[in-house]
């Protein structure tokens, strides 16, 4: 466009016409950044992480820790398996309970209970941790992630719905310090 | 014959399309560029057709379903006539796909090719590895089995550490809170219409690149690059010294092609096709997720890095890594091309290659990885055993029984997290054994409240026979001539 042309009634038409579809373009993409961001607008979103019953308390003998499953709080038919999460029930004694993530905190590998040795081994990259979650030695910088608990009418539940990551600590903190020296 | 000429010419009197073709054929290139060492982006391109048809045959078949995939990818393996195999093309194709690339850029690197006026032309190729390595994961994903599941979880756990939106970017990369089906429908996408995407439009940019700023000349020493006199240099020697693109040069484009395609189908043919491992089933835990090999040194670096240093390495790393990447041609734009005056560059090029490489390596073995089952699944060797008293051959047992196998190694078997035990004894004494055994440290958890006294009596008895047999133990001098003899 020459000067004058850029001037002229064609060339403000030109204009007019981008500044519409730039402002259509606008108003569109407000719905799709919604939808793109919708995984994380998590507040809209009710029963994400909700309580959910690992069954009797009474299947969990004390002084022992056991593999437990749950099923995510927010499953959908293409989850297959997926949804189906476990987690290490420790019975301290009473109702007290400790139950941890499978997840290492490191990178998220599933560690492994060995009772013999009152160690939580992760296969990946070698993390331990002690029967009480707390860090013991390798890669990881802090202890297992443990979930929140509650005890109701003999039934143990156990508040979920988030894979724990070293980011998010969304999960109870408790494991992090202090009960090493327990 | 004519009916194909009469086509032709009723095709291009609409088209108008044979000029530019002609053109694009034939330009000239210079004659010592039409090399064996200039075939691997055009392999590259080959290999990325390959993907996309092999790629497209198993979109026929495969459901981004998290429910369903490891059962598809079973069921093309096992009852689809020829789906193993065009599953093990596309697999395999994968793996020469970032070989030929990573050569493909090391060739250009040498040559000094990313030089002026090429820079352009360097950084889309950048932006191309990245998105190769996106196919790389994304494809490893979509095999959806235990190590993807896993692996997504690693993906999720260094995502997380981003600061302040880690978490949120978490529910992002995953599609909701946990790693489910709307995980897999999204990494789907991703590999399938938005990596491929990115790569086409690429690809033709990087293509266009290479015809309208000409190939690199092959780099003579002494041969300095400067920006007011290279093009017209350039444009002087090709049109001299220069061979028509066609058939001058891609003879050789078109052999070597061919022979990474059969290398392709030889492979896919002997080693068949990758998984899928284990069903994608979180509550199976016997497992040990392990990457594709083009992220084992990845994998590997993971386990050396001190923990406090690891956020920071993990997300500053990779953005000083391609930042420095993208701005090479604008800090080395000019000067030298021959490799043999670029020492730096060569010695760059060596650590880089050698230190992936020992990463690679040791991302196979996992030496820092417990052997979940040593424990229980090997023996102690027989020569640590014979003519041991009771409590010796007893803390033999507290050694299985405690696990110790699956970090310390006997005789070669065992785990390699912490050192092998076969001369224990003379590096430590009795008392730091069982300070060792008891409090841990270096890396060890403290046995303390997990082994009775008797346990680690019988335990350490075992440890201070592990010695060569002409090697006595360590002792404990001032002890002894306190005590008047070795305990």
């Not at chain 1, 724990?164 to 999960?171: A, I, N, V």
């Not at chain 2, 300095?224 to 061979?243: C, L, M």
């Not at chain 2, 997300?315 to 670029?342: D, H, N, T």
């Amino acid at each position: 466009m020459t000067l004058s042309e850029r001037f002229s009634r064609r060339g403000l038409l030109v204009w007019l016409g981008l500044l519409l579809n730039g402002a259509i373009a606008l108003v569109l993409l407000v719905p799709i950044f919604r939808y793109l961001l919708s995984p994380m607008l998590r507040e809209r979103r009710a029963g994400y992480v909700s309580w959910i019953s690992l069954g009797a308390a009474a299947r969990f003998p004390a002084g022992q820790t056991r593999l437990a499953t749950y099923r995510n709080p927010v499953a959908r038919p293409a989850d297959g398996d997926t949804a189906d999460i476990p987690c290490w029930v420790r019975h301290v004694d009473g109702d007290r309970f400790q139950v941890f993530a499978i997840n290492c905190a490191h990178l998220g590998c599933p560690v492994r209970w060995f009772p013999q040795s009152g160690l939580f081994l992760c296969p990946c990259h070698g993390g331990a941790y002690y029967a009480d979650g707390s860090r013991a030695s390798g890669p990881p910088e802090r202890g297992l992630f443990e979930y929140r608990y509650k005890v109701e009418r003999g039934e143990l539940f156990i508040e979920a719905g988030d894979l724990p990551t070293p980011g998010g600590q969304k999960l109870a903190s408790r494991a992090t310090g202090g009960s090493r020296c327990a | 014959m004519r009916l194909m000429e009469r086509l032709g010419a009723w095709l291009d009197a609409r088209l108008r399309i044979s000029g530019p073709i002609r053109e694009t054929l034939e330009h000239r290139v210079p004659r010592k560029s039409a090399s064996w060492a200039y075939v691997f982006g055009s392999a590259a391109l080959a290999v990325f057709v390959h993907q996309a048809v092999t790629g497209v045959l198993l979109a026929l078949v495969y459901v981004p379903s998290a429910g369903e995939a490891w059962g598809v990818l079973q069921m093309l393996n096992q009852h689809v006539s020829a789906g193993w195999f065009i599953r093990a093309m596309h697999g395999w194709g994968s793996n020469f796909m970032v070989a030929i690339v990573l050569i493909h850029m090391v060739q250009v690197f040498l040559f000094g090719a990313y030089k002026f006026p090429r820079e352009l032309t360097w950084m889309a190729g950048v932006f191309l590895l990245l998105m190769t390595l996106g196919m790389a994961f994304t494809g490893q994903v979509l095999r959806f089995d235990q190590d993807a599941y896993w692996g997504l979880g690693i993906g999720a756990s260094i995502s997380s550490r981003v600061p302040v939106i880690g978490p949120a970017l978490v529910n992002l990369l995953l599609g909701g809170p946990i790693i489910a089906g709307a995980t897999l429908a999204r990494f789907f996408a991703l590999h399938v219409f938005i990596i491929p995407g990115l790569l086409i439009g690429l690809v033709g940019l990087h293509l266009f690149l290479v015809l309208k700023v000409g190939i690199n000349e092959w780099p003579m020493p002494g041969r300095i690059v400067r920006r007011s006199t290279y093009i017209e240099e350039y444009e002087k020697a090709t049109e001299q010294d220069g061979v028509p693109f066609v058939p001058g040069a891609i003879w050789k484009d078109i052999i070597f092609s061919a022979a990474v395609g059969l290398s392709i189908g030889v492979c896919a043919l002997v080693f068949g096709p990758f998984g899928p491992s284990g069903q994608p089933d979180p509550t199976i835990i016997q497992t040990a997720p392990h990457p594709d090999y083009f992220f084992l040194w990845l994998y590997a670096l993971l386990s050396f890095l001190p923990p406090a240093a690891e956020t920071p390495i993990l997300l500053i790393g990779p953005a000083v890594v391609i930042f420095f990447l993208l701005l090479l041609p604008f800090i080395a734009g000019e000067g030298e091309k021959s490799w043999r005056r670029r020492p730096v560059a060569v010695l760059v090029l060596l650590l880089v290659a050698v230190g992936l490489g020992t990463l690679t390596r040791l991302g196979e073995h996992t030496p820092w990885s417990p052997v979940m089952d040593a424990w229980s699944a090997l023996p102690i060797p027989p020569k640590d055993l014979q003519g041991r008293t009771a409590l010796e051959r007893q803390g033999s047992l507290v050694f299985q029984a405690k696990q110790c196998h699956n970090c310390h190694a006997l005789d070669g078997q065992g785990g390699q997290r912490g050192p092998a035990l076969d001369d224990v004894a003379i590096r430590l004494t009795q008392d730091q054994l069982i300070r060792q055994v008891i409090q841990g440290g270096g890396n060890m958890p403290a046995y303390g409240k997990n082994l009775s006294p008797a346990e680690t009596t019988a335990l350490v008895a075992f440890l201070l026979t592990l010695h060569p047999a002409d090697q006595p133990p360590a002792r404990d001098a001032a002890r002894a001539s306190v005590l008047g003899a070795r305990p």
